[in-house]
């Protein structure tokens, strides 16, 4: 996955603008076309109640760039594909950083990584384990003086309205601060991953803080400097040519603190997260194939593992799943959804078709 060629205007007196690296996403919703920051998805709805602990509706920036620059990064990564950047923030004393596993993916297959921090002082860093699900990743630099933690907050606690910001590179622009407010909360939002496959920003952060290609793996912090969300993704709208802008339009995404950092920390122990499974793959099966079996979209059940969670419940090769809890299932989008939002043992009602009857069955994940 890849940025797209992004600049920001400089005057011809000033150094050479930096070249970098992106990726749009090519879908329309309500209209607009989606962008992951180093990405995107969009939405509808707003709230425009804002609340602070000042009750001014804003943060006081000034401070929380103080308090929480120290803590955030910027992520250059150079490879065979060529050069990109991106954000994250530093979870441990020991050099263990947070970012979005689109901005560090090209490492995996041999691309170097170096962190900037917002002193100047640069370190190499090594890929510590990543999760393409959920699009989430660890790295890890080597100092020889602990490192500033950036603080926990509480993603669960805030409130539509509530004023955050946001702290990253945008377009390789160092320690950049940005305003905003928490638009909404809940989102389900899909963006590119490896292989093709989309990973699921679960309960995402919707926010109008003005972020851009480069925050990626940044911080999105509550007024005390708190972590909050990690923005990964922005949407952007179609111009007149039909081609997408690149910069913000106030609609961007954070995947909660409360989903990134347990996944950071088992990256950390582990090197990679398990998902709990159903134990089945499935393809989308295409238009004409829908309406041969009366539906208007669904999941072809192609394998299922012997003994596994599926074949427990009854599901068979052949099988069309057309819900999973209720929601449409014309994309395996439902299904990673489920995957990074249960946990082993939780029980999903599957609706599926055999031989043009209806069935519906529970599977227990494990």
Not at 116 to 140: M, N, W, Y
Not at 210 to 228: F, H, W
Not at 272 to 277: A, M, R, S, Y
Request: glycine residues 12%; proline residues 7%; aromatic residues 2%.
């Amino acid at each position: 996955m890849t940025e797209q060629e992004t600049t920001p205007e400089r005057k011809p007196t000033r150094q050479p603008r930096p070249t970098l690296r992106g990726w749009t996403i090519a879908l329309l919703v309500l209209g607009c076309a989606l962008v992951l920051i180093a990405g995107g998805t969009i939405a509808g709805a707003f709230a425009f109640a804002a609340i602070s602990a000042g009750r001014s509706g804003t943060c006081d920036a000034a401070r929380v760039a103080d308090d929480v620059l120290p803590s955030v990064v910027t992520i250059a990564v150079t490879g065979p594909r060529g050069s990109s950047n991106g954000s994250g923030e530093i979870i441990t004393e020991d050099g263990y950083i947070l970012t979005n596993n689109h901005v560090i993916s090209d490492a995996a297959s041999g691309a170097k990584l170096a962190v900037r921090f917002s002193d100047g002082h640069e370190l190499p860093a090594e890929l510590t384990g990543r999760d393409p699900k959920t699009d989430l990743a660890v790295i890890k630099v080597k100092d020889d003086e602990p490192l500033p933690v950036i603080a926990t907050g509480d993603s669960g606690s805030l409130g539509v309205g509530q004023p955050v910001v946001a702290l990253g590179a945008p377009l390789g622009l160092s320690s950049t601060v940005t305003a905003g407010i928490v638009s909404a909360l809940g989102r389900t939002v899909p963006v590119p991953s490896d292989d093709d496959r989309n990973a699921i920003l679960a309960g995402a952060i919707q926010t109008d803080a003005s972020i851009n290609p480069g925050n990626s793996g940044g911080a999105l912090v509550d007024c005390a400097g708190r972590l909050v969300g990690v923005p990964t993704a922005i949407a952007t709208v179609p111009g007149s040519n039909g081609q997408a802008s690149t910069g913000s339009v106030g609609i961007g995404f954070a995947v909660p603190e409360s989903l990134a950092l347990p996944i950071a920390h088992e990256l950390i122990a582990h090197g990679e997260v398990t998902h709990p499974d159903a134990g089945l793959i499935v393809v989308p099966i295409p238009p004409a194939a829908a309406a041969a079996f009366g539906v208007d979209g669904g999941l072809f059940v192609q394998s299922v593992v012997s003994g596994g969670p599926a074949q427990q419940a009854g599901l068979r090769v052949g099988d069309v799943v057309t819900a999973v809890n209720g929601n449409p299932a014309t994309d395996i989008d439902v299904l990673t959804a489920i995957q990074v939002t249960s946990k082993p043992g939780d029980e999903v009602t599957v609706d599926y078709l055999r031989d043009g009857t209806s069935h519906s069955t529970t599977v227990t994940l494990q």
